[in-house]
C-alpha cells in the first residue's frame, strides 16, 4: 500500500490535519503517518489540541521548536531529511504556511518524493510576513494543490500551474469546525476557565468581544502594539473584551510595559474547545489570525481584522470580516459598528461544508496511483 506523511508542527496545523486524518482512516488507503516537526511544544500550544480534536499520537517527534526562523527550518529540515532517508514516502502532505509546511516541502521534493499542499494558492502580497515567502515557496516546489477558495486557483494560474494540478476542494480547517462545534453543541462547558466570564457576561444581558493578537508585525514592535492596545482600550470601555495571549505576545507585552487596562480580561493560550466556546458566541472577534478569520465567516461571526491585508479575500468578499489595519480610530469604529447591529455576517463560502478532507484523500488516492 502507497504511504503518505502527514506533516504538522504548528497550533494551526493540528486542526487542519485532524479531518483528514478522519478521512484516511475512513477510505482505509493510502497508509499514513504522522509526522510533528515540534515547532509548537508547550502544552496549551500543542498536546491540548492532539486530544481534543481526536488526533492520534505522532509516529515521529522531531522536537525541533525554538530559536530563530533559520534555526527552526533548519532542524526541520535535517531530521525530516534522515526520516525520509530510512523510511521513504510515496508523498508528503503539508498544511497552511508555517516554517513547518515550508521545511518539509523543501527536503521532500529535494528527495524526489511528490508534496501535496492542502491551503495552496493564498497570498496576501505582503512579503514582509514570513507565512507569505512560506507559501511561495511551498507552492513553487507542490506537485498537487488543494485550494480553499477562487482566490487560490487564480494565483496558481497566475504563476504558471497547471490547471490538472489545482484542485479546488473547500476547507478543511472548516471541516474541523463544524465537526467539533457538533461535539461542543453536546458537551459540559462548566469546567472551561472561560466559561464563567461567559456566563457572567450573558447572565445580565451584556456582550463581550473576544482578541487574538500574535503577528511579529502587530506584536514584536512597541510602537505598533502600543497603538493597538489603546485602541483595544477604547473598545473596552464599551465592550468588554476577553485575549488569550500567545506566548510571544504575552513576552512581548511585559518587555514593552503596555498595560490593557480594567476592561480586558487576559488569559493563556485556550484548547479547541473552550476558544470556540467563547468566540462562537462573541459580539465581535478583534484578531490578526489567518485561521479565524476563516472560521468566523464559516460561523457568521462579525471579525475585525487588524492587518492591512489579508490571504484570504473570500472572508472579505462573502464572510463576516472587515479588514482595518493598525489605525486606532479604524479598529474602534468598526467594532462600535458592531455594537449598532451594523456588523457583517456575510454567508459560508462554497464548497466549506465539511467534506473538503474527503475530496483530498479520493484525488490523493488517485494521483497516488500514477506515482
Ligand atoms: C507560528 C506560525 C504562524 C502561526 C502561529 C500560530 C511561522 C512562521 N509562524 O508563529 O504562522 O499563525 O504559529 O501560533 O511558522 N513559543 C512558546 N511555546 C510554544 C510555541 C512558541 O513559548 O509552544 C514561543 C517561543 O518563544 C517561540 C515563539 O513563541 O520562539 C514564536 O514561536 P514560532 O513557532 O516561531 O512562531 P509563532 O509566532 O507561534
Redesign the pocket.
Known sequence: MKKLYLVAG???NFMKIAPIVRALQAHGEPAFRIIHTG????RE??DVFFEELGIPKPDVFMGA???S?AQ?TAKIMVAFEELCQVEPPDAVLVVG????TLACSIVAKKLNIPVAHVEAGLRSGDMSM??EV?RIVTDSISDWFFVTEPSGIVNLRNEGKPDSAIHYVGHVMVDNLLYQAGKLANMDTSGFETSEYKAARQANGGRYGVVTL?R?ANVDNAEVMARIGGALREVAAELPLIFPV???TR?NLEKFGIDLGPDITLIGPQGYMAFLDLWKDAAVVLTD??GLQEETTALGVSCVTIRDNTERPITVEEGSNVLVGTDPARIVAEARKVLRGEGRRGQRPRLWDGKAAERIVELLVQELVRT
Open positions: 504548528a497550533r494551526p515547532q509548537h511544544y508547550d500550544m500543542n521548536g525554538g530559536g526562523h527552526q504556511d508555517v516554517n513547518s514570513p507565512e512560506n500574535h511579529p500567545h506566548p510571544r513576552g489570525s489567518g
